[in-house]
């Protein structure tokens, strides 16, 4: 009987050891059907992602943002770096247009849901801000965002509503939307930095 309680011991021990952790990480995470670390070539042709090139972020990044109706959202941003033949994605937007007032409202709903899928070990939770897009010199146009960081891996998701001025909406083509940005640890430092 001691014997079974020291070999009963030693294999639960060994289990125990062995046994996998798993931590999150911000490619585990789908937006639109779209990963970190997927290639875009795995879902649009080089000529597409040419076709709807953005600047937005040169000489090291590269964008393409395509539209689309999947899974709800109106239009995907794929972010790779310029000099990547393969177009690993670091960085992902989906939005779903939809008016600033509104999106407020479904923010909170999206990241308490969010909130669920995860425990404080693996993820920072950051409180909601405002800020003025930098984009629009007339300081109008505005972001409220919640940030949720990885810790395994220092990737970022970030919820967002982006209110648009109605001038500079009607200037550059924008809706408002509420915004999917998943980002890879080093793409997140580059927006830093910027």
Not at 70 to 99: R, V
Request: aromatic share 12%; proline share 2%.
């Amino acid at each position: 009987m001691l014997l079974m309680k020291k070999l009963l011991g030693i294999v639960v021990l060994g289990l125990l050891l062995s046994f996998k952790v798993y931590a999150a990480k911000i490619s585990d995470f789908q937006v639109a059907g779209f990963s970190i670390g997927d290639s875009a070539l795995d879902f649009y042709t080089k000529k597409e992602l040419a076709d709807n090139y953005e600047g937005w972020h040169e000489p090291k990044y590269g964008a393409s943002e395509i539209k689309l109706n999947k899974d709800g959202f109106d239009d995907i941003q794929l972010m790779y770096k310029l000099k990547d033949p393969k177009f690993i994605i670091e960085g992902i937007s989906a939005l779903q247009y939809m008016d600033g007032k509104e999106c407020l409202n479904v923010l909170e709903s999206e990241a308490a849901a969010i909130e669920k899928q995860f425990t404080p070990k693996d993820v920072k939770f950051y409180r909601k801000k405002t800020f003025k897009h930098n984009a629009d010199k007339s300081g109008k146009s505005k972001v409220t965002s919640i940030k949720i960081k990885f810790k395994s891996d220092k990737g970022v998701l970030i919820i967002g509503c982006y209110d648009w001025s109605t001038s500079y909406a009607a200037k550059m083509g924008y809706n408002d939307n509420l915004r999917f940005s998943i980002r890879s640890k080093s793409y997140a430092n580059f927006l830093n930095r910027r």
